[in-house]
């Protein structure tokens, strides 16, 4: 069997190409780490994890440290035995979750490599053309309605909004919205946590008119409870996002019945195998899926696209974090277009890595066997 003879750990430091307004912070760029596993077989698994300060507790610094950390861990095993050498991961450190991600995404494209599969073969899918929504960050209404109309000449078909700075603001920007896109486009919001419950239930009251197919996380992440009385009291169907990483928040949602549709993000449920267990948890309870994004380059998006690919459950697609992105970091993956549709490839694995250019030029360290 294969053991882990390297691993390489890599620092991105992407520029968006403009700033991106949510809820809970501006952001400019991202620093997502990478985690290139070599085995004793020539072979190579690529993996990338988004740590995020407001979301999941980490960042950029302590990531890769964490990420030297579990390298230390991990090498001379066997990376085919992904169920012990993530549980090895969670039991030495509880937290990480993006870092986790990065390693889990490794291991499962490797595993891919090995049985000479695409990673949605592997995972018993079947090859799709996904269509992902764009995502509007937040501004002044007459400029998201710009951004939102120009998006749907170009062929989009589902649009994410980013809401949460007051009632009127929130009111005037999905109107322009709704206005200069017409009633045939789905649109979802996401609230990022900034609303209380009342606050909640009046907005998404007077939102009600205006055919919102989804609202995402209202409520601070820790108001489960809450959660499920906005749900019964609101004409917009409820999303969970801050309050759902693992499988325990899973089932705690979905036996107090607080949401309509759970978002698995791979760097929140640090990864694949933790995203699986969260979408059959919603399965069986009839809560649909969205498979979100924070600000992953194709190696992210690529992985998660080839997950939904096996997961019917999993509905709706925010896979557009890319277009946010000055230069992209990565080369292979899927073909992702303007307008939102991801079409999978059959190369092995996920099929994307870092290009040379970037691995030339990103903070890098190698673990190896002594």
């Not at 994410?160 to 009111?171: A, I, P, S, Y």
């Not at 999993?314 to 993956?333: C, T």
Request: aromatic share 6%; proline share 4%; net charge negative.
């Amino acid at each position: 069997m294969p053991t882990i003879t390297k691993i390489e750990i890599i620092d991105l430091n992407i520029p968006f190409n403009h700033p991106f307004k949510i809820a809970l912070a501006v952001m400019n760029s991202a620093h997502n780490i990478i985690v290139r596993v070599h085995d004793s077989d020539g072979l190579i698994g690529v993996g990338e994890g988004i740590p995020s300060r407001f979301v999941t507790g980490e960042d950029a610094d302590n990531g890769f440290e964490s990420a030297k950390l579990y390298a230390q861990l991990l090498i001379g095993k066997n990376p085919l035995e992904i169920d012990t050498r993530l549980r090895e991961l969670e039991q030495y450190m509880l937290k990480n979750p993006a870092i986790r991600c990065a390693y889990d995404l490794a291991f499962y494209d490797l595993l891919a490599k090995h049985a000479e599969l695409p990673l949605y073969a592997l995972l018993g899918g079947e090859k799709k053309v996904l269509y992902s929504n764009r995502t509007i960050g937040i501004d002044e209404p007459d400029k998201m309605a710009k951004t939102a109309k120009q998006h749907v000449e170009n062929g989009v078909k589902a649009l994410k909004v980013k809401v949460g700075t007051g009632r009127n603001e929130d009111l005037a920007r999905i109107r322009a919205i709704r206005e200069a896109v017409g009633s045939s486009i789905p649109m979802r919001l996401d609230a990022n946590q900034a609303w209380d419950e009342i606050t909640a239930i009046n907005i998404l009251t007077a939102l009600a008119e205006y055919e919102i197919e989804v609202c995402e996380q209202p409520l601070p992440y820790w108001n489960i409870e809450g959660l499920k009385r906005v749900r019964e009291r609101s004409p917009i169907a409820i999303m969970a996002d801050e309050s759902s990483f693992d499988t325990h928040d899973a089932f705690r949602l979905a036996s107090l019945g607080a949401v309509d549709y759970f978002n698995i993000k791979l760097a929140k449920s640090a990864g694949i195998h933790g995203a699986l267990k969260i979408n059959a948890i919603g399965e069986a309870a009839g809560i649909k899926c969205m498979l979100g994004g924070m600000s992953e380059s194709l190696i992210g998006v690529s992985a998660g696209a080839h997950l939904v690919c096996a997961c019917p459950n999993i509905s709706l697609h925010d896979l557009d974090s890319p277009f946010h992105f000055a230069e992209e970091p990565s080369i292979g993956g899927v073909d992702f277009q303007a307008n939102g549709t991801v079409t999978l490839s059959d190369a092995h694995g996920h099929g994307a890595d870092v290009s040379p250019e970037w691995m030339e030029r990103s903070k890098k360290i190698v673990i190896s066997e002594k």
